[in-house]
């Protein structure tokens, strides 16, 4: 039995990127949603999509790749853990890799980029990070 769902997605996309495919297939879950825009948004991921099919649904995602065919993520990494949560308040969230990276905060008002929840002036739990 799976008991976390996004070190899963996240293995799953790490995995694609590194054997090159254009698309890979994620469980679904609000926060895994919340999570793949955010990457889709800040240019990790080309493009998501939500497939139903009957009562399961899966996101069907397309990766990014750059002019020579590498993979856009260099690293995708899962912080906090079920067993270790990781929490970070708005001064210790402000940039990841100098702004070459973006962290996936989940916050009281809702799931973040690591920018905006320092623009709100929020912290929250560090989900993961990737840059």
């Not at 993520?73 to 890799?97: A, C, L, M, W, Y």
């Amino acid at each position: 039995m799976m008991t976390d769902i996004i070190a899963d997605s996240l293995t799953r996309i790490r995995n694609a990127a590194q054997r090159r495919l254009d698309t890979t297939t994620l469980l679904h879950s609000n926060m895994i949603e919340a999570i793949v825009k955010i990457f889709v948004e800040k240019g990790y991921l080309e493009s998501y999509k939500v497939k139903e099919d009957g009562n399961k649904k899966t996101i069907k995602v397309v990766l990014k790749y750059d002019d020579n065919e590498k993979s856009v993520i260099n690293e995708i990494k899962k912080i906090s853990k079920p067993g270790r949560r990781v929490h970070q308040g708005k001064d210790e969230i402000r940039t990841f890799k100098n702004g070459y990276g973006t962290l996936v905060v989940s916050t009281s008002q809702g799931v973040l980029a690591n920018d905006e929840a320092y623009k709100r002036g929020i912290g929250g739990e560090v989900i993961c990070s990737i840059w």
